[in-house]
């Protein structure tokens, strides 16, 4: 069965509840292909207001994180019932920028990884290799340990819905994006990785290139057979650079 492309769109910390509102509207105003599933993740305190607006569209709402346990003394974390209560289909894991500021591990993104997909939700894990890292050629071991530990006692089925983004570090808000042959390269061997555990699973499993993607280079990864779709940061901040992206995502 062929794999839908995918494109998310990653806010950070950017947007109001206002904000959200009018960003969103543009979005659905703006004229989309078939044969792209689009994913919006606004902070968490517009994702209230994301849900009301994408009321009778056909995108899907993510939040940016999650936390492994559905409730307790974890003062200003999120549980994965909290998100789907809200509306979320979609949970970003693992983003570099939680590792590199907020201290999440290998382990802790297996976790959530285990949450989300106990509460229902759909978790976007994401790795990559950091400059000295790809200096150092190191890129296969890293990718390989994180993906190793992200997937970690996944059943067949939870890995064939599960969504990899491969978000080299270096790429990531810097205007520098790998190569499509690059981003295939390490896609592939993502792909392979997932193959050793559950072969016909990962041929499921879509996985998709983020780091400083625009309208104007998203074909140069499309039209690799493993790439499925972008995780998105700044571009998905300006509806119309946003969809300039996905109308570039459809398969041929």
């Known amino acids: 069965m ?6 998310a769109g ?6 109001t509840t206002a904000e959200t509102r009018v960003l969103i509207a543009a979005l659905r105003a703006a004229p989309l292909p078939d044969g792209v599933e689009v994913v919006v993740c606004p902070p968490f305190t517009a994702l209230a207001a994301a849900a009301d607006t994408l009321i009778g569209s056909a995108l899907h709402l993510g939040a940016q994180d999650v936390f ?30 939680r590792r590199q500021w907020f201290g999440d591990t290998d382990d802790t993104v297996s976790r959530k990884v285990h949450a989300a997909f106990a509460a229902g939700l759909i978790p976007i894990t994401c790795v990559g290799e950091r400059l000295e890292e790809r200096e150092a050629e190191q890129t296969t071991q890293v990718v390989t340990r994180q993906i190793t530990a992200a997937v970690a006692g996944l059943s067949a089925d939870q ?34 990785l997932l193959a050793e555990r559950h072969r016909a699973a990962a041929g499921q499993t879509r996985i998709l290139y983020g780091g400083s993607v625009t309208a ?32 570039g995502a459809p398969r041929d």
Request: charged share 20%.
């Open 2 to 7: 062929a794999r839908l492309s995918l494109i």
């Open 10 to 15: 990653n806010w950070k910390m950017h947007k």
């Open 68 to 97: 492994w346990e559905t409730q307790g003394a974890f003062t200003g974390e999120i549980s994965p019932l909290m998100l789907v209560d809200l509306g979320c289909r979609y949970v970003i894991v693992g983003h570099s920028e």
């Open 159 to 192: 890995l064939a819905a599960a969504v990899i983004a491969y978000e080299p570090v270096w790429a990531i808000g810097t205007g520098r994006s790998a190569s499509g042959e690059d981003a295939a390269r390490v896609i592939g061997l993502i792909r392979f």
């Open 216 to 247: 104007e280079n998203i074909g140069q990864f499309m039209r690799h057979a493993d790439i499925d779709g972008a995780l998105v940061g700044g571009a998905s901040l300006d509806a119309a650079k946003f969809a300039g992206i996905i109308r």
